[in-house]
Structure formats: structure tokens, C-alpha cells
């Protein structure tokens, strides 16, 4: 993600480290112990995602160094480069369905997979069985999100009762279910209970109990919160909220105060800072990404330009500044606008502003080559 720079006659130019993403691994560890000791003590393992922030390695190392007990993300390239990077005894899970192009992969390098086509499910066990593997597989059952999953709950007890009897390779772990994400549905006990009763039906089937029933992301982990999540479901997939615990807290209402949301903090550098109108001075068309926004007129304020934009972070109201008092206004490509009239502090030229992060400003910008990312 930093890119060398390219030596002049021998000689290299010091290269800026901003904008900058670093990662304070205590406070990671703190959050990852307090969500998975609660899903502990409800009988629920934890597998920590980390794609939401590009599988950062030392982010996966913590999270399993502090209760997680299995990695999940959606991509198999993250997955390789943990496992290059020496993290070889964890247990890797696949969360996004994979394509059937990606079966040797799957087979050779992820311990665990979530399933919704029988086909795919086929074709890693050929793999598996050419590289002497086995994997894990979790059959998926949509209960009205409308992303993954079998629909009919027919079809998924016979795909179970397929793999548990005909397929050499593959081991049927369990169910499980994703909410919240494409339908908006959120997750309650009713659902949670329709997922366990699809569970209870493979095992009738089966004829014996499933390793795993598994009840969500993070939007399920409030059901445990609450002290409402039924007995059989035994394992959750969280990222967001162990990451940031900042949707649980700004959507969800849901007290976190015993959890960190400054886990990740972005550091961009100021270029410009001037007083300007707040109000474009003539014809006013449209912005660079085609759209036109509209502009209050508050007079002559004080704004600073800052080195980051939509490339780097693409929305710009995903990332908030720490500074008291200064507001993002706006975007291109390559700049960002704060607003910093109501700032106690001077702000010059070269001075570092931080910013928290949610979701979508996390994942962006730790996928963006033009980062610098750094764990202490
Ligand atoms: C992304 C994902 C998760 C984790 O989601 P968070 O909201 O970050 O907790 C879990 N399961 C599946 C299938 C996912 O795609």
C-alpha cells in the first residue's frame, strides 16, 4: 500500500506518510475481549472479519490473540496473505459465497466456507480431494434479507443430507444466516428461532447434532446484548463491531461506552487555509462527479483543504474530524473541504487533522494503494 518512490540519480525524496491509517491494536484487543467474552458467556464463539478493514495482518492477530476463534473475511486474496504472513494455525473462514472459479483456492486455503449452491460445494470437493484436503461447509438459508442463501428450506436439508452422505471431502458444519445486509431486515429472536428450526431439520435428516448454528454479523450481536438470543445459536461472524463499534452506538442507540470507536484513526495533512465565501461565486452547475449539490450561504468563513479525497475515503460525511468545532463540507476526488471558523485552535499549512471513521471510510481507505497504514 506505500508506494516506493522512485530513486532520482541514486537519491530518494522522503516520502510523506499521509493520509495515514493507524491502528491501535490495545484498543482492538480491548474490544475484541469485551464482545467475545459476552457471546462467551452466552455459549456463542466469535469468528472477527476483518474485511472491513482489508485484513489488516497484526488486525487479524489480535482479534485472535484476544477471543476470536476463527478469522472470517469475504475475500481468499486476504486469506493467502495472512497465511503468508505466518498466521497458519488460525482457522479461516470464508464469508462470501465463493465462485465456483475460486474452488482450489477455497480448498487448499480456507478452513471453512459459507454455502448456498450445491455445484460450488461439488467442485471443492474435487479440489479438496486432488490436494488431500477436507473444508468445512456452512449450508446459508436466507430468511427474507434477500442476499445469500437456500430460500426453499427443502432444498437446503436435501443439499445437507447430499454432502453428509456423498461427499468424500466435505464436512457439513452447520447453518447459518445473514440479516441486515441487502433487505435491511433486522435480526430478532423469531428469526434466530426459524434459523434453529432449519437447523433441527438437517439434524433430524443427518441423523446427528450440527457443530455450528450461526446467527449473524454484527447486527445479530445486539440480540446477545439484550439477553435475547435463543441457546442454540453457538457462533457469530462480527467485524463492524468489534472494529468500530460505531454503527451500534450511532444507529442502534445501543450504550457502548465500554468499547472503544477510535480503534482506527485517519490522519490527513492541511494544504490550504483561508477565510472564503461559503457560497459559490457564479453560475452554479455541476460538481465533479456530475451532481449538483446545493450551497447555504453563511458569509466569509475560515475552511481548511486537506490532502485526502473521494479516492481515498468516498463519502465524505463517513469520516469525522476530532477537532472540536470543524465540519466536513465537502469533496472532490483528491481534496477535502472542513469548515474550521468555529475551531478554538490555529490550523495552518501542514498541520496533521485526525479523523474517526465508520464502515464505509474504513474499508476504502484501507484498500486504497495510496495509504499508508500503521499499528501500534
Ligand atoms: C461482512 C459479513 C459479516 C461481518 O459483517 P459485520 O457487519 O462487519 O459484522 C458476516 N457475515 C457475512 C456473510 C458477511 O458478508
Given amino acids: 500500500m506505500n508506494i516506493d518512490h522512485i530513486s532520482n540519480n541514486g537519491i530518494k525524496a522522503a516520502k510523506t506518510p499521509y493520509p495515514l491509517v493507524t491502528v491501535d491494536t490495545e484498543k482492538l484487543a480491548h474490544n ?65 459465497i465463493p465462485m465456483m472459479s475460486e474452488a482450489e483456492e477455497v480448498a487448499l486455503y480456507a478452513d471453512l466456507s459459507l454455502e448456498s449452491d450445491v455445484s460450488v460445494i461439488k467442485a471443492i470437493d474435487e479440489a479438496c480431494g486432488k490436494f488431500g484436503k477436507t473444508h468445512g461447509v456452512i449450508l446459508m438459508a436466507d430468511l427474507g434479507d434477500l442476499r445469500e442463501g437456500f430460500w426453499s428450506r427443502d432444498e437446503l436439508v436435501a443439499a445437507a443430507v447430499f454432502i453428509e452422505r456423498s461427499l468424500d471431502n466435505i464436512v457439513l458444519r452447520g447453518v447459518g444466516t445473514n440479516l441486515g445486509c441487502y433487505g435491511s431486515i433486522k435480526p430478532d429472536t423469531e428469526k434466530m ?5 432449519i437447523a433441527e431439520a438437517v ?89 449538483q449539490p446545493e450551497y447555504e450561504d453563511r458569509g466569509i468563513r475560515k475552511r481548511a483543504l486537506v490532502a485526502i479525497g473521494k479516492l481515498d475515503f468516498a463519502l465524505n460525511d463517513k ?53 499508508t497504514i500503521r499499528t501500534i
Fill in 203 to 291: 439434524e433430524t435428516s443427518i441423523g446427528r447434532k450440527l457443530d455450528i448454528i450461526s446467527g449473524g454479523a454484527t447486527s445479530s450481536y445486539p440480540l446477545v446484548m439484550e439477553g435475547a438470543m435463543p441457546e442454540r445459536i453457538n457462533h457469530l461472524r462480527i467485524g463492524e463491531g468489534i472494529l468500530l463499534a460505531y454503527d451500534l452506538k450511532e444507529i442502534w442507540g445501543l450504550d457502548m461506552d465500554d468499547m472503544y470507536q477510535d480503534v482506527f484513526t485517519l490522519s490527513a495533512e492541511v494544504i490550504e487555509v483561508r477565510d472564503k465565501p461559503t457560497h459559490p461565486v457564479g453560475e452554479i452547475f455541476i460538481d465533479c462527479f456530475g451532481r
Fill in 32 to 96: 475484541t475481549g469485551v464482545v467475545t467474552d459476552r457471546c462467551r458467556s452466552c455459549g456463542i464463539n466469535v469468528a472477527g472479519v476483518i474485511k472491513g478493514c482489508n485484513g489488516i495482518p497484526q488486525v487479524a492477530r489480535t482479534m485472535l490473540e484476544s477471543g476470536c476463534s476463527q478469522i472470517g473475511t469475504s475475500r481468499m486474496d486476504q486469506i493467502i496473505e495472512l497465511k503468508n504472513c505466518g498466521l497458519d494455525d488460525a482457522e479461516f473462514l470464508l464469508v462470501r
Fill in 193 to 197: 428461532l426459524d434459523l434453529i428450526e
Fill in 319 to 371: 469520516i469525522f474530524p476530532r477537532l472540536p468545532g470543524a465540519e466536513v463540507i465537502g469533496s472532490s476526488s483528491d481534496h477535502c473541504i472542513l469548515d474550521i471558523e468555529d475551531c478554538r485552535s490555529d490550523i495552518a499549512v501542514g498541520d496533521i487533522i485526525e479523523f474517526d471513521l465508520s464502515y464505509p471510510s474504513l474499508m476504502y481507505l484501507t484498500g486504497s494503494r495510496y495509504t
